[in-house]
């Protein structure tokens, strides 16, 4: 499911509006098409996450990010500190992503077997994108480890209120892998974190 229609769901579960910001004028384009014709209440920017405008600053209820989103990003704790200021005082954060433990067991295995090139949990290089002969905008990806997504999140002065892993996957990239065996590790992770309320003046 493409992020813009994950963001319009929102509406459905009670959102009064929602902002969805990218990099990728193309989709944008799409999300704007589609919210139109829904007349939906929907705003879209095109920019940077990292430099998402202030004036959203502290205006969000909730932040949501996922589906592969954070590989993107080459500095996470910068990134942690943009969903920080996007959020009210109160308001939520919350993060469903494929787990970084799938980066390290080689794609066509029937089995898990290392990777013999990404094979390093703990590896700091970024990796080439496969879309890199496509686009200039994207061509470097980086695994970050669990430990690193939640502690980014803590240093931004967020509260975690949930962590957890689940069995599913969402980007199928051990095919052939029997599913018994693919249920026995994490593939996806979820975090619920909270801004801290300010006290009333």
Same mark, same amino acid.
């Given at each position: 499911m493409l992020a813009w229609k994950r963001r319009l769901i929102l509406l459905n579960e009670g959102a009064g509006e929602v902002v969805g910001v %990218?990099? @990728?004028?193309?989709?944008?384009?799409?999300a704007q098409?589609? $919210?139109t014709a829904l007349n939906a209440a929907a705003t879209w920017v095109? @920019? %940077?996450?990292? %430099?998402?405008p202030h004036n959203l600053d502290g205006t969000a209820d909730l932040v949501y990010t996922g589906k592969g989103a954070i590989a993107w990003m080459m500095d996470l704790e910068a990134w942690a500190r943009v969903v920080a200021r996007l959020l009210k005082s109160g308001g939520k954060f919350f993060i469903y992503e494929g787990h970084p433990l799938d980066w390290v067991w080689a794609d066509n295995a029937e089995t898990y077997i290392? %990777?013999?090139?990404? #094979?390093?949990? !703990? $590896?700091t290089n970024p990796r080439t994108s496969l879309f890199a002969a496509k686009t200039d905008s994207l061509p470097h990806f980086r695994q970050w480890t669990l430990a690193q997504t939640i502690n $980014?999140?803590?240093? #931004?002065g967020l509260i975690i209120e949930r962590v957890e892993e689940y069995p599913e996957h969402f980007w199928g990239i051990h095919p052939h892998i029997s599913e018994n065996l693919s249920a026995c590790l994490p593939?996806? !992770?979820a975090i619920v974190a909270r801004k801290p309320t300010e006290p009333s003046r």
């Amino acid at each position: 499911m493409l992020a813009w229609k994950r963001r319009l769901i929102l509406l459905n579960e009670g959102a009064g509006e929602v902002v969805g910001v %990218d990099i @990728s004028e193309n989709l944008l384009a799409a999300a704007q098409r589609k $919210s139109t014709a829904l007349n939906a209440a929907a705003t879209w920017v095109l @920019s %940077d996450i990292l %430099d998402a405008p202030h004036n959203l600053d502290g205006t969000a209820d909730l932040v949501y990010t996922g589906k592969g989103a954070i590989a993107w990003m080459m500095d996470l704790e910068a990134w942690a500190r943009v969903v920080a200021r996007l959020l009210k005082s109160g308001g939520k954060f919350f993060i469903y992503e494929g787990h970084p433990l799938d980066w390290v067991w080689a794609d066509n295995a029937e089995t898990y077997i290392l %990777d013999e090139k990404h #094979a390093d949990y !703990f $590896s700091t290089n970024p990796r080439t994108s496969l879309f890199a002969a496509k686009t200039d905008s994207l061509p470097h990806f980086r695994q970050w480890t669990l430990a690193q997504t939640i502690n $980014s999140l803590i240093n #931004a002065g967020l509260i975690i209120e949930r962590v957890e892993e689940y069995p599913e996957h969402f980007w199928g990239i051990h095919p052939h892998i029997s599913e018994n065996l693919s249920a026995c590790l994490p593939h996806t !992770f979820a975090i619920v974190a909270r801004k801290p309320t300010e006290p009333s003046r």
